[in-house]
């Protein structure tokens, strides 16, 4: 199994802010990524796949970049909504696999 | 717009048939070239991919669960179904459902609890 490992496991920060998380794949899998956001007790809501590709109707103030094994994901002005917790999955090989989530909270 | 909703019981019981339903619904499932899903999150816990199926019937399930999992297709109810046998409590879980058109899950069900308890 590809195991990805995400990092920071939490950060605080403050509206406004510019975040940064990373996930890292145990092996190459090219830009077969996707990121998620999932507030509490709502389900997991796509934000970019392929590695860079906003989905319809995200902000366009998340993006993402990376390929083979190192990505990121980038909010570039944290707004209030945006304090959740971010998952990245890999798409290259079966078992498909998550990261174990990135908790974004307010400072 | 395409919606998802799981159904099934809340509570299964130890070594019992864990059986969730999930109904497409906004657009037949038989349109475009989509796998269906199913995730699940235990509480506090990151997501596990359990498997996923296609229109046509063909399934791929996680390794991990595979020896347990079935999976089938109703396009005629457009819906989708999960079975996971011989159940334990490290089944408890947030169950999803999901749409997967092209390398990522689109659109979620709502996730529905079960917990596996006697």
């Known amino acids: 199994d590809i195991q990805m490992t995400q990092s920071p496991s939490s950060v605080s920060a403050s509206v406004g802010d510019r975040v940064t998380i990373t996930c890292r794949a145990s092996?190459?899998?090219?830009?077969?990524l996707a990121w998620y956001q999932q507030k509490p007790g709502k389900a997991p809501k796509l934000l970019i796949y392929?590695?860079?590709t906003l989905q319809s109707g995200v902000p366009s103030r998340f993006s993402g970049s990376g390929s083979g094994t190192d990505f990121t994901l980038t909010v570039s002005s944290l707004q209030p909504e945006d304090f959740a917790t971010y998952y990245c999955q890999q798409a290259n090989s079966f078992p498909l696999t998550f990261g174990g989530g990135s908790k974004v909270d307010i400072k | 717009q395409v919606q998802l909703q799981e159904s099934g019981p809340g509570l299964v019981k130890p070594s019992q048939t864990l059986s969730l339903t999930c109904t497409v619904s906004g657009d037949s499932m038989s349109s475009g070239n989509n796998y269906w899903g199913w995730i699940r999150q235990p509480a506090g816990k990151g997501l596990e991919w359990i498997g996923r199926v296609h229109t046509s019937g063909s399934t791929t399930y996680n390794p991990s669960l595979k020896s347990r999992v079935t999976m089938s297709v109703d396009t005629s109810k457009n819906q989708f179904s999960l079975k996971l046998k011989s159940v334990t409590a490290a089944d408890t879980a947030v169950y999803y459902c999901?749409?997967?058109?092209?390398?990522?899950?689109?659109?979620w069900g709502q996730g529905t609890m079960v917990s596996v308890s006697s």
């Open positions: 999901a749409r997967e058109p092209f390398a990522a899950f689109d659109i």
């Open positions: 392929v590695a860079s």
């Open positions: 092996q190459d899998i090219s830009t077969w």
